[in-house]
Each structure stands twice: as C-alpha cells, then as structure tokens.
C-alpha cells in the first residue's frame, strides 16, 4: 500500500517577496509549512543578499516551473566603486581596490557594451556544477574556482542613480543564466575602479510581477486563520505560462489530451505548427502541449482535481 504524502494537495504559483538573508531553499521551506503543501520548489535562484521576486510553484504547478525559470528577469541594484570581492558582492572578502571613481558620463559610455549578447564568466560563488559539485561549495573549501565564459542576453541596462561618488543604482532585464554579481564586476573592471554589488532586487520573473508578490508577514498571518486561507493567495498555475499560446477546449477535446490522444485544432487562422502552447478547459489547465500538423499533441497532462487552487 502506498504511503500517503504529507500535507496538503496544494496546486498553484505564490509570488513571494522573498527577504535578504535567507536562501532560496529556507524560503521554500517555510511557504511550504505555512500552506501544509505536499510539493514545492522554486523558479530560478535568489542569492541570500537578494530580495524580491521568487516564485514558488505548488503541486501541478511545479510542471510548469521551466517556463518561468527560462523566462526574462529583471533587477534593481546598486554598485559599491573602489573594492572587488571574491563573491562579487558585500559578503565577501576584498580582493582588489582602486581610488579611482567614475564619472557618470563613463558610465553612460560604458552600458552599450553589456547589452544584448555578451559572454559573461560567472562568479566562483554561484551554483553552477564543477564535477558535480556545486561552485559555491569548492570556493568556500579554499579550491580555486575558474567558471568558463558563456553567452548571456542582457536586453537593457540602465543607470538610474548615482546616491554618491562610490556607488551607483543600476536596473536591467536580462535572460537565463545572467549573473548580475558579474555585471557589476565586469563594469568595475571596465571602468578602472573595481566594483561589487551591495543592494539587488529582482522585480520580475517572467509574467510574474514585484506587485504580486506576498511578503512573508502577509503570508503567515493569512496561514493563522488557516491554511486554506494562505492558499487563497496563490496564482493559477498557467500564471506561469503568459507568453504562451493558449487554447479552450470542449469536454470531449479536452478529455482526448487528458489521455494523451491528439485533438485537430479548427478554424480558418489556426496555426499550423507551435513548439509550445496550452489548453484549458472550464477554467483549469489540461494539458501543455505543441501544435504539430495542425494537431494539439499533449507533451505533459495536469490532474484535473488538484488544478484549481487547493
């Protein structure tokens, strides 16, 4: 007999402000509890130091975590002139000074040249795999830590604010696997002065949005009238799925995809081949799916039952 999971069959996208000084992971922890989830985990990363936007998927939703992770995301954050660090931030330990300060006019100079694709070595503390060890991991064991430049996609870069000589306020919107930790260490760099981030903030992930998020307090002083109560927070899970095309379904279609059956796609402007799309039906997520031939092809099928919510 199969054990049962504990918790709650919570299915759905909470938005949380995540605070500075915690992980990632204790933040997923401590959602999880609030709303007695089964299943939780998180799209894309947020370095302790980091506040802002952390999307958590619950249940069904965790299907549709990719789509966010691969999704643009966009920061605020300020950089400290005169001094790099090992992590490229303020937690890390000095490695290089300068007495040199930018103007703010070289700095404008300077942006053009870390927009669109450039190559970006990423920090020796980040959580990328060396030999199936995580960087961080080996740079805090005293290893030296050499990460390989990579294509990154930075589609703005924008300077916002110079609150004093030393440190300037920066935002940008950038792709997968940016690090922003290196963006100001490359732009120190570049600039002759050195640099490492002390404030970051991200502001959005994919379709989810800074003034969706749900703070912490809010989060568990709604879990105090229960936990039905904090679910009542969570998106949708096709929240995560905005750029997407989507497609509603009658029962009968809707019950071919759920078995795994294709469904012709009607109509006059219907498209002919999609790599990605979804279909709902009454208001709740069936399937993700490809148009292929003028067909819907179900690439992964969702519990119709723990789809809406809770």
Same mark, same amino acid.
């Given at each position: 007999?199969?054990?049962?999971?504990?918790?709650?069959?919570?299915?759905?996208?909470?938005?949380?402000?995540?605070?500075?000084?915690?992980?990632?992971?204790?933040?997923?922890?401590?959602?999880?509890?609030?709303?007695?989830?089964?299943?939780?985990?998180?799209?894309?990363?947020?370095? /302790?130091?980091?506040?802002?936007?952390?999307?958590?998927?619950?249940?069904?939703?965790?299907?549709?975590?990719?789509?966010?992770?691969?999704?643009?995301?966009?920061?605020?954050?300020?950089?400290?002139?005169?001094?790099?660090?090992?992590?490229?931030?303020?937690?890390?330990?000095?490695?290089?000074?300068?007495?040199?300060? /930018?103007?703010?006019?070289?700095?404008?100079?300077?942006?053009?040249?870390?927009?669109?694709?450039?190559?970006?070595?990423?920090?020796?503390?980040?959580?990328?795999?060396?030999?199936?060890?995580? #960087?961080?991991?080996?740079?805090?064991?005293?290893?030296?830590?050499?990460?390989?430049?990579?294509?990154?996609?930075?589609?703005?870069?924008?300077?916002?604010?110079?609150?004093?000589?030393?440190?300037?306020? !920066?935002?940008?919107?950038?792709?997968?696997?940016?690090?922003?930790?290196?963006?100001?260490?490359?732009?120190?760099?570049?600039?002759?002065? !050195?640099?490492?981030?002390?404030?970051?903030?991200?502001?959005?992930?994919?379709?989810?949005?800074?003034?969706?998020?749900?703070?912490?307090?809010?989060?568990?002083? #709604?879990?105090?009238?229960? /936990?039905?109560?904090?679910?009542?927070?969570?998106?949708?899970?096709?929240?995560?799925?905005?750029?997407?095309?989507?497609?509603?379904?009658?029962?009968?279609?809707?019950?071919?995809?759920?078995?795994?059956?294709?469904?012709?796609?009607?109509?006059?402007?219907?498209?002919?081949?999609?790599?990605?799309?979804?279909?709902?039906?009454?208001?709740?997520?069936?399937?993700?799916?490809?148009?292929?031939?003028?067909?819907?092809?179900?690439?992964?099928? !969702?519990?119709?039952?723990?789809?809406?919510?809770?």
């Amino acid at each position: 007999m199969a054990r049962r999971k504990k918790g709650r069959a919570v299915s759905g996208w909470l938005v949380l402000d995540k605070p500075g000084s915690m992980t990632s992971t204790q933040a997923v922890g401590i959602v999880r509890r609030l709303l007695d989830a089964q299943k939780a985990g998180h799209a894309g990363t947020l370095d /302790p130091l980091a506040t802002g936007v952390l999307p958590i998927a619950f249940g069904e939703a965790t299907k549709t975590v990719p789509f966010a992770v691969d999704g643009e995301k966009r920061y605020r954050f300020t950089v400290q002139w005169g001094g790099e660090t090992d992590t490229d931030d303020a937690e890390g330990r000095v490695t290089a000074t300068s007495d040199t300060r /930018p103007q703010p006019s070289a700095i404008e100079a300077l942006l053009p040249n870390f927009i669109g694709e450039i190559m970006q070595q990423p920090p020796a503390f980040s959580a990328i795999k060396v030999d199936g060890a995580r #960087a961080y991991d080996l740079a805090r064991a005293g290893e030296t830590v050499e990460l390989q430049a990579r294509p990154v996609n930075v589609s703005s870069l924008k300077l916002t604010g110079m609150p004093d000589a030393s440190s300037a306020v !920066f935002e940008a919107t950038c792709g997968k696997g940016t690090y922003v930790r290196a963006l100001a260490r490359d732009m120190g760099r570049a600039l002759g002065c !050195f640099g490492h981030v002390t404030a970051l903030r991200r502001t959005r992930v994919g379709g989810f949005d800074e003034q969706d998020a749900v703070s912490l307090e809010q989060l568990e002083a #709604a879990a105090k009238t229960g /936990p039905e109560a904090a679910a009542g927070l969570l998106q949708p899970i096709e929240a995560a799925l905005s750029s997407l095309l989507s497609f509603d379904l009658a029962r009968k279609d809707a019950a071919r995809l759920l078995q795994g059956q294709p469904v012709i796609i009607r109509g006059r402007d219907a498209p002919a081949e999609v790599d990605a799309c979804y279909a709902m039906c009454g208001g709740r997520l069936v399937a993700l799916s490809r148009i292929q031939k003028g067909q819907l092809m179900p690439l992964r099928v !969702f519990n119709f039952r723990e789809n809406a919510g809770s």
